[in-house]
């Protein structure tokens, strides 16, 4: 139960952050390497995207499948719920971008990204003058800040946080 | 755009703010310190624009997490909101929006005061000197994150002798989303 693993992607499709809490099926049997299944979860939230914004069923204006999207529009896209899991994104005009994955029942944690964003992300990393935007980046604050932060939400479970430092 | 307050602050809502006169200070050496070392007034305005872009590539972050606005449809609404909400956000002054051309792609950002240049004289030898550049390049790179390539330039500064600051902010290209990967990986 909790928190499974969460990735920042950028702009570029760099993924400049990934930590996994619980992942009890290794990466070699899902894509391959990392780096792969990093691509394939920016390339799935870059299609989903596309696609919730050609479905939308309120918009004015439709684009056609296909057609790139403007900054402007906005990401419509928040989250999935597959059978073991459930998928919630975030994604900031600036082109950040934040997938989380957790348990199924999660509520809708459109929120708790969005706050994640605002107080540990900007904070502990946009304000590091050691960040180069556009890399990888290792910070152990963010690290603390995002557990406690996570742990508060009720998303990570104790035992969870012994097996990630583990 | 310096943050200050006390050392391991943490609370993050609220804005952290500095005195204004140790801001202007600073800057004013930081502008010193690089005419001293550069010599050559046109090399200072490209390392003041550079400056600028550096600060405003990791400023809009910033910027979204706080004003928690959601999206800018066109490039006019943009510019209202760089006048209306950041350069309060971040300088406490605010700025008109003013010449639009008819097509919709070049305004003017008026300052009737900038903080960045209180207490300034410029002397006849320095007249080159596009002093509040880093201005500029906060606005460019600021845009640039939310993928508007834009040129910005200093049309009229009071300290020339001027009645305001006038920045001049010209859309060259709002780009689309690009997919980064190649499609056949």
């Known amino acids: ?166 | 755009m310096l943050r200050g307050g006390p050392a391991g602050a943490r609370n993050a809502p609220s804005l952290e703010q500095i005195n204004a006169e140790v801001f202007t200070l600073t800057y004013g050496s930081i502008v010193r310190q690089l005419i001293s070392d550069f010599e050559d007034i046109e090399e200072v305005n490209k390392q003041l624009e550079q400056m600028g872009y550096n600060m405003g590539i990791r400023l809009v972050d910033e910027f979204l997490a706080k004003a928690k606005i959601t999206r800018c449809s066109s490039f006019r609404d943009t510019a209202d909101v760089v006048a209306k909400q950041a350069l309060p956000m971040f300088l406490n002054v605010s700025a008109n929006v003013a010449n639009w051309n008819p097509d919709q792609t070049e305004c003017s950002l008026i300052l009737t005061d900038n903080p960045l240049a209180d207490f300034v004289e410029l002397p006849e030898e320095y007249r080159e000197l596009k002093y509040c550049n880093v201005l500029a390049g906060v606005v460019r790179g600021a845009l640039e994150m939310v993928n508007m390539e834009v040129e910005c330039r200093w049309v009229s500064d009071m300290l020339k002798g001027d009645d305001c600051y006038e920045l001049r902010i010209k859309l060259n290209e709002h780009r689309d989303e690009k997919f980064p990967f190649k499609d056949d990986d």
């Not at chain 1, 499974?4 to 760099?14: K, L």
């Not at chain 1, 900007?122 to 890399?135: D, F, I, S, T």
Request: with cysteine; hydrophobic share 35%; charged share 20%.
């Open chain 1, 1 to 166: 139960m909790g928190c499974f693993n969460i990735y920042i992607f950028n702009r570029q499709g760099t993924c400049i952050y990934y930590h996994e809490w619980f992942r009890p099926k290794s990466v070699k049997q899902g894509a391959g390497t990392l780096q792969d299944d990093q691509k394939q979860m920016f390339g799935l939230f870059w299609t989903l995207s596309n696609f919730c914004a050609t479905m939308d069923p309120k918009d004015q204006e439709k684009p056609q499948l296909g057609t790139p999207r403007k900054i402007g529009q906005g990401c419509k896209f928040r989250s999935f719920t597959a059978n073991n899991y459930k998928c919630n994104f975030l994604e900031v005009p600036s082109g950040i971008k934040l997938v989380l994955n957790t348990h199924r029942e999660a509520p809708d944690l459109t929120d708790v990204l969005q706050a994640l964003y605002d107080d540990i992300f900007v904070e502990y990393v946009v304000k590091n003058p050691l960040y180069v935007p556009g890399q990888s980046f290792q910070s152990e604050q963010f690290v603390n800040a995002l557990n406690a932060f996570l742990r508060q939400n009720g998303l990570l479970q104790q035992q969870q946080i012994m097996q990630a430092s583990a």
